[in-house]
């Protein structure tokens, strides 16, 4: 069985710049880097050498940068982008791919909201399949 350990890496100030997770020779839990000023930079999860999970990325500031899934070392899932002056762009990406949700993509689009806490319903008429979505409604 291979034996796990952690590296640490510091910078010359003191403060802790990266530590990785390792099974073996391979990384294996959530390998995680810090600005020089202590602040997160960028935490990723990582199974047997291989992205898969989320990976989160950081401004020097400590606000969030990005956050994307990763399934088998492959981009797939949601990606939330903010740009520096808080502007939140969310895109999904199926495979390394980003997906424009439009009528052939109704089911995932549906599931998609629906893990967002949206109210999904679809109204059949005509043969076609409109998708209308609505936050939930919290008492």
């Given at each position: 069985m291979p034996e796990y350990s952690v590296e640490r890496?510091?910078?010359?100030?003191?403060?802790?710049?990266?530590?990785?997770?390792?099974?073996?020779?391979?990384?294996?839990?959530?390998?995680?880097?810090?600005?020089?000023?202590?602040?997160?930079?960028?935490?990723?999860e990582v199974v047997e050498g291989r992205l898969n999970g989320q990976?989160?990325?950081?401004?020097?500031?400590?606000?969030?940068?990005r956050r994307t899934?990763?399934?088998?070392?492959?981009?797939?899932?949601?990606?939330?982008?903010?740009?520096?002056?808080?502007?939140?762009?969310?895109?999904?990406?199926?495979?390394?791919?980003?997906?424009?949700?439009d009528e052939q993509h109704l089911d995932m689009m549906a599931d998609f909201l629906r893990d967002r806490n949206y109210i999904v319903e679809k109204a059949l008429s005509s043969g076609k399949k409109p998708l209308f979505a609505h936050p939930e409604l919290s008492l």
């Open positions: 890496e510091y910078y010359e100030n003191g403060i802790l710049k990266s530590e990785m997770p390792l099974l073996g020779d391979k990384v294996h839990g959530t390998h995680k880097i810090w600005w020089k000023n202590g602040k997160p930079k960028l935490f990723a990976i989160t990325e950081w401004y020097r500031n400590g606000k969030m940068r899934d990763y399934v088998d070392h492959v981009e797939h899932g949601v990606q939330i982008n903010v740009d520096k002056m808080g502007k939140i762009e969310k895109r999904y990406l199926d495979k390394g791919r980003f997906i424009n949700f």
